[in-house]
Every structure is written in structure tokens, then in C-alpha cells.
């Protein structure tokens, strides 16, 4: 839960998507975004010690992920419209069209493997984890857990208050761009620092 609760671009799409199709279609999001969560805590965690020996690995998907954000980044503030136009008959998406989206925006998403690797290296050097297979199981369901309650708490926060001006389309894809710019910057500089 400690690396979702800040918000980002899968916290803030779920509950978008929440607002705009319901509380299903929501879920069904988060479930394709933690289907993805799984597998690359799982891999992330097989790799660690790899990944803690070759810090090469990680400048690249940093570099990687770097990419991928500036590029969200710039969609979302610039190019996504800010209302939606109005279709005579609305376009029913199916509730698999939402899963594998959430599985999609959640692959792009390079962050969590330098992220969970890290986790397991540092919870592995407190005793509190092995690299047993029945260890690394428990935290790759964990993480999976952790990151379907946050985005739930997400869908549920932003029902709460969708009535406000600060839930418009206009004003989410802004927090979008604005979150993966302020990510984007983060990266940036800790590249420059590692230098």
C-alpha cells in the first residue's frame, strides 16, 4: 500500500473512471491494474538481487519510465480534451475493455519494478523476508492486496466529493499531468544526481 497511496496515474484514472461509468467499471479497472501489480512485484522480487548488483539495470528503466511519463504527461495536459463531446446514444464499454486497459496502463508503468525490488532487497536485509519461494509468494500477494485497497479507497474518496468543480474532466486530466510532470521532475533529478 505505502508505494500506491500517493496519488498517480492509476489511483487517479480508477476514480475516474469510477466517476464517469460507476463504481463496477472502477473495479473491474483495478483488478486489470493489480492482475499487472502481481507480476512485476513477482519478477521485481525473483530479480533483486540481480538488480542490486547492476545498478545499470536500474538507470535504464528509470530512463525508461522517465520516457513514458514525460509522454503522459504531455498527453494529459495538452493534448487530452477537456470535455467530452456529447454522442446521441453513449458508447457502452464492455467491462473487459476496462480490465485490460487497467492491465495496459499499469504494464507501461516501469516504476514499481525498481520500486519493489528495492522493498524486497531492504525487507530481506531486516530478516523480515527470503528469497523462498513461499515468502516471495506472501509479498507478491501483499503487494497485490495493498494496491486493489488503495485504488478502492480512491473510487470510494472521489464518489464522496464528485459534485465539486475539482472532479471535472478538465480539472482531472490537469491532477493527472500535473502528478506524472511532478514524477517526470523527481526523475530528472535524481538521474542528474546520480551522476
Known amino acids: 500500500m505505502i508505494g500506491v497511496i500517493p496519488p498517480g496515474l492509476l489511483n487517479m484514472t480508477a476514480a475516474k473512471i469510477s466517476l464517469k461509468e460507476g463504481h463496477v467499471r472502477g473495479i473491474v479497472f483495478s ?7 502481481f507480476i512485476q512485484t513477482y519478477l521485481a522480487s525473483i530479480f533483486a538481487r540481480y538488480l542490486s548488483k547492476h545498478h545499470e539495470v536500474i538507470g535504464i528503466l528509470r530512463a525508461v519510465a522517465l520516457v513514458i511519463f514525460i509522454l503522459i ?7 487530452a480534451k477537456s ?27 516501469v516504476f514499481p ?10 525487507l530481506a536485509s531486516f530478516g523480515w523476508m527470503t528469497f523462498e519461494q513461499t515468502s516471495i509468494m506472501a ?57
Open 31 to 37: 483488478a486489470g491494474v493489480c492482475v499487472i501489480v
Open 73 to 79: 504527461t504531455i498527453y494529459f495536459l495538452f493534448i
Open 83 to 109: 470535455e467530452p463531446k456529447q454522442q446521441k446514444e453513449p458508447k457502452r464499454r464492455s467491462k473487459h475493455s476496462r480490465f485490460f486497459q487497467g492491465m495496459f496502463l499499469s504494464g507501461i508503468n
Open 113 to 122: 519494478i525498481p520500486y519493489q525490488a528495492y522493498m524486497t532487497i531492504t
Open 139 to 195: 509479498y507478491v500477494v501483499g503487494a497485490a492486496t495493498g494496491t486493489f485497497v488503495t485504488l478502492y479507497m480512491y473510487i470510494f474518496f472521489f464518489d464522496k466529493i464528485k459534485g465539486k468543480t475539482f472532479t471535472s474532466q478538465k480539472n482531472m486530466n490537469r491532477i493527472i499531468g500535473g502528478i506524472t510532470g511532478v514524477i517526470s521532475i523527481v526523475t530528472i533529478i535524481n538521474m542528474i544526481q546520480d551522476f
